[in-house]
């Protein structure tokens, strides 16, 4: 499955819904949920039902762990099946089931993560950034990580308004997100798979003439990666069913078009497995905690440059295989 969060206008103004992407179209999950109830269950009180299995938060969708996977799953099938028969696709009272992308806006799946950590599991970023500063072998020897702002999350086509009173020096960062969907502490690697409800994209903008001094003085990335807009997400979390091997998936990132950073799950040096299972360590996780890659680095070894950075105006594309597009316009703040 592919889950999303989207704005739609009703009669009292906007609203957030959960929702799945499936090809074209936008099913509106909750609505769906309760009119597969209604059809196929003959639940007496499918919108009290709704209200727990599904909701209209991605948190408290995930919240309800397995019950709330499978309800989705059960929806997907009965709307599919429908879709197939042609027949007629409103709720029992006369809810729109499925929209197009033109009547709704696709915004973050989730919004405001209960925890985020971003870590550099790829060789070549750290070669290009932190080889010079560190010893290699404490790298390979632990999976390094800093902790995000979760109010720094906006939507997969969200303006990014450009930080003027922090920094000169704007810059990207596609990563592989991997999003937990069970409570847990103390997780095996072996075990990490039951606590994983899917992945997503990320692109980590980042300020670097600040980020620089930040780690310079060891206590870093703090201002330089917590701003607002710095958080790019989406446009869906694909499930664990459908994403296959999370470690053979090609990442891309577009400044306007030209290709800036290129790079495979792959090489990550740790698994998102013992990603989980070193981040739970002493440490409980919540569903919502979201866990990234950091970025696979920048094409044929070049160092970050500073003349790459971004400006006003710029499209800014983070791509990965099976879960989508990032597309964000560099914009003037106002």
Not at 77 to 96: A, H
Not at 221 to 232: Q, W
Not at 256 to 267: A, E, F, I, L, S
Request: with cysteine.
């Amino acid at each position: 499955m592919k889950l999303i969060q989207f704005k739609t206008l009703t009669p009292l103004g906007e609203t957030i819904r959960n929702g799945l992407l499936v090809a074209d179209k936008i099913l509106d999950l909750y609505s769906c949920y309760v009119t597969y109830l209604v059809q196929e269950t003959k639940e007496t009180k499918p919108y009290a039902m709704a209200d727990v299995r599904i909701s209209n938060n991605m948190i408290a969708f995930l919240d309800g762990g397995d019950y709330s996977i499978e309800a989705a799953h059960q929806t997907e099938e009965f709307i599919q099946n429908l879709i197939g028969q042609n027949e007629e696709l409103v709720g029992p009272k006369k809810e729109q089931l499925i929209f197009t992308p033109d009547q709704v806006r696709i915004i973050e799946p989730i919004t405001h993560p209960r925890y985020i950590v971003d870590f550099m599991t790829f060789e070549t970023h750290y070669r290009q950034s932190l080889e010079k500063l560190t010893d290699y072998s404490l790298w390979k020897r632990y999976p390094i990580g800093y902790k995000k702002n979760p109010n720094s999350i906006i939507g997969p086509t969200d303006p990014i308004v450009f930080p003027k009173r922090i920094t000169k020096w704007l810059d990207f960062e596609v990563e592989f997100g991997t999003v937990i969907g069970k409570k847990g502490k103390d997780i095996e690697e072996s075990e990490a798979t039951k606590y994983i409800v899917g992945f997503t994209a990320f692109n980590d903008i980042s300020a670097r003439d600040i980020e620089i001094p930040e780690i310079m003085l060891r206590l870093g990335p703090f201002k330089s990666k917590d701003f607002d807009c710095a958080g790019p997400l989406g446009p869906c979390i694909v499930t664990l069913d459908e994403i296959g091997d999370p470690h053979n998936l090609n990442m891309e990132l577009r400044v306007n078009g030209q290709v800036m950073q290129r790079g495979n799950t792959k090489d990550m040096n740790w698994s998102v497995h013992q990603l989980v299972a070193y981040t739970s360590k002493d440490q409980t996780l919540l569903p919502g905690t979201l866990l990234f890659s950091g970025n696979p680095g920048r094409l044929e070894d070049k160092t970050i440059q500073r003349k790459d950075r971004l400006k006003i105006g710029d499209i800014v594309e983070a791509e990965i295989e099976k879960i989508g597009v990032l597309r964000n316009v560099i914009s003037e703040k106002p």
